[in-house]
């Protein structure tokens, strides 16, 4: 059938979106997606993707089904001897999460309709759904509908649109929208998730029901629910305890205590495992004993690890779950541990501990935020893109969803300072200290730390190359001071002709002779989203002896 037209860089059409998923008495769900793309360029091929996700531990894989219709009336069938299951995480050793998928992109061609069904069934944690309406491609129908057992009560909440009310028939609720703009990238805005429409459903059984799973009504549920679940993995035993005193044995102040425990924490191998996921295993953390011993763990193990240490030496602390990745994407209107993919800590500190990152929390006090896992952050710091999230203090019945902190500019600036000298001949010599704080640090020690020196060396040769042409890097100093959230950047550096010479009477030459290593790239006339800035500070002075 005809869609509607679209200008010439979108790739594809959604022409059908749909999920339709069914709650038994007995705790099953049975879940069952359509999708229909059409595809419109030979960017568009992509699209031509099938994919469906599961649990190994809470049910059997989905049954997957596709389909590529030619404009000829031609059909290519895919069936099950077409899937593949890949993991869900790339860096998890083993995670239950997998992935079944039927890849038609090197079959789509322009104008093919590509489509596919899947059905799963397995058991669930909580009786908690979302939807996307939408990712970047204009849709032409997208819709979620809920069939729950009878007496059930079913709430919906809306995001990034008009709220949705849903069509009923019978126990079942379904929600819907139609004729969905594509949404274009654009330089600096806010995220997709904070653009596109979404939907989050809740289930809630009657009083007398025998259900599988909670239901959330409040933030102090979840977090009731979380801290069940992981507060006693954080119990003490010898080996711990004597680890905290041996490394908080030379700290002076509560903060360097905490710093101690905080840099035995980072370095704890990132590796992770999950299983049990069916039954809250995803949220739960391995013993602070069993991490110490074997000295990997993922991001709950790490700041569960932190947390025993801390007891050890008499500070008090809470994890955290917080989405990592994207500040806006958590909703505080929708109560779900659905919402977190991360895992970080809580320190309660004293009046004397001063830090950009505390909090102040009406019944817990002051609180430190710190990432373990992190390798670049120190404690006084908070990566960037976690910064002014919602995150759940997970503290029993008295947790709650807490803004995280914002640090400000000065906090995460950088400073530059050029000596340079200019031959007759425009030939310049110079040399550049940078020093940098906050983020900035840790964005710097991330790059410096992600490859070689020789690596390290080619970058920096490449960024000085923009702004004088040819330069030669004769020295480069790199010095982190991490422990103080600091990362200082030393290069001496020399190009022929940076000045030019005009009739052997004038020499003309650039002050700023490096790039900022950060842009705005406004490239349209117009937006459609605001401009988002990041919380950077700088500063640069350049000092030139001419000939």
């Known amino acids: 059938s005809a869609t509607p037209s679209y200008e010439k860089n979108v790739p594809a059409v959604v022409l059908w979106d749909e999920a339709r998923v069914i709650v038994s008495d007995e705790g099953k769900i049975k879940r069952v997606n359509y999708y229909a793309v ?25 049954d997957l089904k596709a389909w590529l219709l ?3 009336g031609k059909v290519i069938k895919y ?49 908690q759904f979302d939807w996307d309406f939408q990712e970047r491609y204009p849709v032409v ?29 019978g126990t079942t609720q379904t929600w819907e929208l139609r004729n969905l703009s594509p949404i274009e990238p654009c330089p600096n805005s806010p995220p997709l998730t904070s653009v596109a429409p979404r939907l989050a459903v809740n289930l809630f059984p009657p009083s007398n029901a025998k259900t599988y799973g909670p239901s959330f009504q409040s933030w ?16 003490l035993d010898d080996v711990v305890a004597t680890k905290a005193k041996e490394l908080a044995s030379s700290a002076k102040t509560e903060f360097e205590r905490i710093q101690a425990i905080a840099r035995f924490a980072q370095n704890v191998r990132y590796i992770s495992i999950q299983t049990g996921l069916s039954r809250g295993g995803g949220y739960r953390p391995h013993l602070a004993s069993e991490v110490l011993a074997k000295n990997y763990g993922d991001c709950k193990d790490k700041a569960n690890l932190m947390r025993a240490l801390l007891k050890a030496i008499g500070v008090e602390s809470y994890l955290v779950t917080i989405y990592s990745g994207d500040a806006t994407y958590v909703r505080a209107e929708w109560p779900s541990p659905h919402q977190f993919n991360h895992c970080i800590i809580a320190i309660k500190v004293s009046d004397q501990t001063l830090a950009p990152t505390i909090v102040t929390h009406a019944k817990l006090g002051r609180l430190l935020i710190f990432d373990a896992t992190d390798d670049d952050t120190p404690v006084g710091g908070l ?8 995150a759940l203090v997970v503290a029993g019945d008295a947790g709650e969803l807490i803004r995280m902190p914002i640090t400000p500019p000065e906090a995460n600036g950088l400073d530059r300072q050029i000596q340079a000298t200019l031959a007759a001949d425009g030939t310049i010599t110079a040399s550049i200290h940078e020093s940098f704080l906050g983020t900035s640090a840790a964005d710097s020690r991330g790059e410096f730390r992600s490859g070689s020196r020789l690596d390290f060396l080619k970058i920096i040769e490449g960024w000085i190359s923009r702004g004088a042409t040819a330069a030669k890097v004769s020295n480069l100093e790199p010095k982190d001071g991490k422990a103080e959230g600091r990362f200082d950047l030393s290069v001496d550096f020399s190009a022929p002709g940076y000045g030019q010479l005009m009739q052997n009477r004038l020499l003309v030459f650039k002050p700023a002779i490096v790039a900022r290593r950060e842009a705005l790239m406004f490239t349209e006339p117009k937006r459609k989203f605001p401009v988002v800035l990041s919380s950077h500070a700088f500063t640069e002075t350049v000092r030139m002896k001419l000939p």
């Not at 059409?38 to 989905?62: M, N, V, W």
């Not at 993991?87 to 999460?97: L, S």
């Not at 979380?226 to 993995?233: A, H, V």
């Open 38 to 62: 059409r595809i419109l360029t030979r960017a568009g091929s992509t699209a031509a993707i099938a994919h469906e996700s599961y649990q190994t531990d809470a049910g059997k894989q989905p």
């Open 70 to 72: 030619r404009p000829s």
């Open 141 to 169: 129908l997208s819709r979620f509908s809920v069939t729950s057992p009878d007496k059930w009560t079913i709430k919906s909440i809306t995001f990034n649109h008009d709220a949705l009310t849903p069509t009923t028939s």
């Open 79 to 127: 069936d099950k001897h077409d899937a593949v299951n890949v993991a869900a995480a790339d860096n998890d050793v083993y995670n239950q999460v997998m992935i079944r998928k039927i890849s038609a992109r090197n079959d789509a061609e322009v104008g093919d309709v590509f489509g596919y069904e899947a059905t799963t069934e397995e058991t669930t944690v909580f009786t």
């Open 220 to 235: 102090a549920e979840v977090s009731a629910w979380t801290y069940q679940l992981t507060d006693s993995q954080a119990n």
């Open 383 to 390: 990566p960037e893109h976690e910064q002014g999230s919602l």
